[in-house]
């Protein structure tokens, strides 16, 4: 393309276009100041607009510019194994962990960090400032937190070519408790390659209610958190030392889990990973269903109503029985146990999908089953195959919580609820137990994209269409961007201001976000690619934002700096406007308006004397020239209104301000 000449007149501010006649020569004498003789110059300006390149961190051979991990990733990695006994009489666990931990940075370590989650239910936790006692996140007023017994490190021998570092002798760490998080002083320098053993005793009194994250009712158990986990070390961040404050439960490394669990003998136990002993725990004629019920696509009751009430649920055995799980390439594991659980199966490509559920919560739950199945086929064709062994949905006084291959949900409710809380923690698997994300900093990175990702479960369950619900909750979200409290998505979890923020920032808007990132800019196949890639990229790895962001561009091949900044990192609101229609001779003039500081395409719609539509789609870009933009568009017939966002599908807030009509 040729370059044109500007002309001055028009590259200069109106002020230094005045002068029209030509200039007089300057009297003899002293140089004139040259303020005086220069035009007026306006101050510096700097593109602060909603097209600016977004300020992303710099990328390196660990985080590349396309998004994906370099070829400089790396992430340590802690393997677990846990021997555990439930007191039900005393309502406490008692354990110990040895826990093999993987120095995989370039760096030399001296301490480092573990999280203690239970110590939020400590009187005077930090989190008990934040959350009412019975608020969902509180339970803090409660005589709880982990009771460390002993605590070990020992250095495991170098690889063979390393040579010369043998393994170590067994030593006391120093530890420092900080609320929910423990510093361990390392008694040797943990060189980069290196693998250090821990060995922790440790016990606590188990929370009737676990700010909603595990807890007790009656004989039923539900337990998560409940074992000292490493934090992680990170090329961001170092150590993540965020407090557990109620909000924002998970980041963690990845392992391998072998754990086994002491129950009483009449309990059924449901947890991470697969059962290692079912000769020992479970009947023959458990063992045998099972079988089938993995071949079979339909629900296969393992234990029923009718065998609790008889005693055949259970083999014949007083005292305790230990249930041995072990999983593989997990950020954690949790369990649950009752001795009243009913346990239905299926299976889906030698996936196991279960339920299990007192006799109480069996009418709606006989379907938990086949709602876990659907879901791990929904998210595994769309998304990402589900590359773990089974699911286990579990019922009890958790409302709504998930673990890896464990979703744990409350009895009550309409089954469409059921199948709402069912299919969002199933959905959990992709975000955050594949894709490693920092929930304890970004909340969407899972709530958000699984918020997004359930809409397509919940539509094909149902076989319904939702989009009118996504309207409601589109501009829902941008409403609440208005409010006094409003804060940008991009808020750390647990520091949002209201109880509404943590709805809107961490499910509804992220939600909406993606499903308008693919329904009105990429269409859904080039999102689906870019979605798809992104899930690929970084499963069993610790994405940052940065890396979401561009990798979505990257395979899209799409600047989107404008819509992160909009939706992510600002409350920016999208109200677009009809502001003037002139009719002329074989065309209508339509000015749009850009009114409020989001920007998004536009889908303009004509309607024509004889009844007749037409929809105009128009690309973001044209907001390049500024907030406003005139539409030229030929018709061949009487135009009788005009509206932008005709049928509510774009994420706007309502003003009014849409639409125009002959006559008026
Ligand atoms: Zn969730």
Redesign the pocket.
């Known amino acids: 393309m040729r370059l044109v000449l500007l002309s001055l007149a028009v590259a200069l501010p109106l002020a230094a276009q005045t002068p029209a006649t030509p200039p007089t020569p300057a009297p003899p004498g002293p140089p004139r100041p040259a303020a005086t003789v220069a035009r007026e110059l306006r101050a510096p300006v700097a593109d602060t607009g909603i097209f600016a390149p977004l300020a992303l961190p710099t990328p390196d051979n660990i985080r590349r510019a396309s998004g994906a991990p370099g070829s400089g990733y790396w992430q340590q990695r802690a393997d677990y194994q846990i021997k555990a006994t439930l007191d039900t009489a005393a309502k406490r666990l008692t354990g110990t962990v040895t826990l093999r931990y993987t120095n995989n940075s370039p760096d030399t370590l001296t301490r480092v960090w573990l999280q203690l989650d239970q110590n939020l239910f400590r009187k005077g936790s930090v989190g008990a400032y934040l959350n009412a006692q019975e608020s969902r996140f509180g339970g803090a007023d409660f005589d709880g937190g982990f009771e460390i017994a002993s605590f070990t490190a020992r250095l495991e021998a170098a690889a063979r070519r390393a040579g010369t570092a043998a393994a170590g002798a067994a030593q006391p760490v120093k530890t420092r408790v900080d609320d929910t998080m423990m510093e361990a002083t390392l008694p040797f320098a943990l060189a980069p390659g290196r693998v250090v053993v821990f060995q922790i005793a440790y016990a606590f009194n188990i929370p009737e209610h676990g700010a909603d994250r595990m807890g007790r009712d009656g004989s039923l158990y539900e337990l998560a958190q409940w074992y000292p986990r490493m934090a992680v070390y990170d090329d961001v961040h170092g150590w993540n030392t965020l407090q557990y404050l109620g909000q924002g439960e998970f980041y963690l490394e990845y392992g391998d889990f072998e754990y086994e669990v002491t129950v009483p003998a009449g309990y059924i136990v449901a947890g991470t990973g697969v059962l290692q002993n079912p000769l020992e725990v479970l009947t023959a004629t458990q063992r045998a269903r099972l079988a089938q019920a993995v071949k079979s696509d339909t629900s296969i009751a393992i234990i029923t109503a009718a065998e609790l009430a008889d005693g055949s649920a259970r083999p014949k055995q007083a005292g305790t029985l230990t249930w041995r799980f072990k999983a593989q390439q997990v950020r954690d594991v949790a369990w649950a146990a009752s001795p009243e659980y009913q346990w239905d199966a299926s299976g889906w490509e030698g996936i196991v999908a279960q339920a299990y559920y007192r006799p109480a919560a069996a009418a709606r739950w006989q379907e938990a089953a086949r709602m876990s199945r659907f879901s791990i086929k929904e998210y595994s064709d769309r998304w990402l195959k589900y590359p773990y062994p089974q699911i286990s949905a579990v019922e009890g006084p958790v409302s ?1 919580m ?1 673990y890896p291959m464990v979703a744990m949900e409350a009895g009550g409710g309409s089954r469409e609820a059921l199948f709402g809380v069912v299919t ?2 199933i ?2 698997m992709w975000y955050p137990m594949i894709v490693g994300s920092d929930e304890r900093r970004y909340a969407w990175m ?2 958000g994209f ?2 997004f990702i359930n809409i397509y479960s919940e539509e094909g369950y149902f076989q319904r269409d939702d989009s009118r619900r996504r309207r409601g909750e589109g501009s829902f979200a941008l409403m609440a961007d208005q409010a006094p409290t409003a804060q940008p998505i991009m808020t750390y979890a647990n520091r949002y201001r209201t109880d509404n923020n943590l709805g809107v920032l961490a ?1 509804v808007k992220p939600g909406m976000a993606l499903y308008a990132l693919r329904h009105k800019v990429l269409g859904p196949e080039v999102f689906d690619e870019a979605f798809r890639e992104y899930t690929r990229r970084w499963a069993f790895k610790h994405p940052q934002p940065a890396d979401f962001f561009r990798s979505m561009e990257d395979v899209s091949g799409r600047d989107l700096d404008w819509f992160w900044r909009g939706w992510f990192f600002t409350t920016a609101a999208l109200d677009q406007a009809v502001e003037s229609v002139t009719p002329g001779k074989g065309e209508v003039t339509v000015v749009l308006r850009n009114a409020g500081s989001m920007v998004m395409p536009v889908e303009l719609t004509l309607t024509f004397a004889d009844g007749s539509t037409r929809l105009l789609k128009y690309p973001v870009e044209i907001w390049y020239k500024g907030d406003r933009y005139t539409a030229v568009i030929p018709v061949d017939k009487a135009v009788t209104g005009v509206a932008v966002n005709a049928d509510g599908t774009m994420p706007e807030l309502p003003r009014g301000n849409n639409s125009w009509k002959a006559g008026n």
């Open positions: 709504g998930e969002h923690e959905g959990h899972d709530e699984n918020t499910y």
